[in-house]
């Protein structure tokens, strides 16, 4: 049926135009999260992953999809960086019964009555933590809308390097000496941090999507 659908777009009288093959999408190469709302009000918010490329570089079996390397996000070796660069020490070494830990943050925040108010969550490798931190807390702690509250300039710490990465123009230069003079180390990302995905809950019922400019995500309703 695929083949017959494709047969039918071929015009015998005259030449086609190859050039249109050449607009396949791009496949993404990070994580992705994905939030939503229904009408109903159920929330999901979903966060998925290969971990690295091909993850375990193992394809399921008539199914044909990849199964991830998520063991990677155990230390193998406490205080030796993995392949994402993390320092990580015994308290995620690999154990009989245990998971590994895992900066994948899919977040549902609810209001004191038990109401959604935001959905959110994002790629980003160990930047996620840091980055829902902030999308959360400029949405609850400062009240920004949450278009501005995705759209705000990051910072990220992970402990080790112990350095503070900031976005291009993230952080204003007299706040960045004022931390260089108590003792910080800093250091001006040249690219992205996060790629948030969100939708706030108005208390009328209001769905309000927001997808980060940094990327490439989109906000549908229907």
Known sequence: AYADSLAGTIDMGAAS????????????????????????GNAVAVTTTINSWFGSKVVVRGAGYLLNNEMDDFTSKPGVPN???????????????KRMLSAMTPTIVVDPAGRTDLVTGTPGGATIITTIFQAVSNHIDFGLPVRVSVDAPRFHHQHLPDLVRYERSGLPADVVMDLQRRGHVLEERSGISGDVQSIQVTDDGVLLGAADRRRGGLALGY
Do not use: C, K, M, W
Not at 83 to 97: D, S, T
């Open 83 to 97: 392949q994402f660069g993390l320092v990580q020490g015994e308290a995620n070494a690999i154990a009989p019964g």
């Open 17 to 40: 135009d190859s050039r249109v093959f050449n607009r396949v999408p791009e496949e993404s190469t990070q994580t992705t999260h994905y939030s939503i709302v229904d009408r109903e």
